[in-house]
């Protein structure tokens, strides 16, 4: 589940909520433990695609990473 979204960040532009619950991030079953090393080795315009569960539906939300 989503905890926090930064304001104006590619995530929350895309969408992306506090409290979304996230199914797959690039075809992977995130934890919170391998969520910050599933996205280490990406860079700035690299894509990702995030699948959440949300008022019972799934989306796909495709997100383009920028500099923090």
């Not at 960040?9 to 934890?31: F, Q």
């Not at 690299?46 to 495709?62: H, L, N, R």
């Amino acid at each position: 589940m989503i905890s926090n979204v930064e304001y104006e960040s590619p995530a929350w532009n895309a969408g992306l909520r506090r409290r979304m619950t996230v199914l797959k991030i690039n075809d992977e079953k995130p934890t919170a433990q391998s969520v910050q090393p599933m996205l280490a080795g990406k860079k700035k315009g690299d894509k990702i695609s995030v699948v959440i569960f949300q008022k019972g539906e799934t989306k796909t939300i495709p997100i383009e990473l920028a500099e923090k």
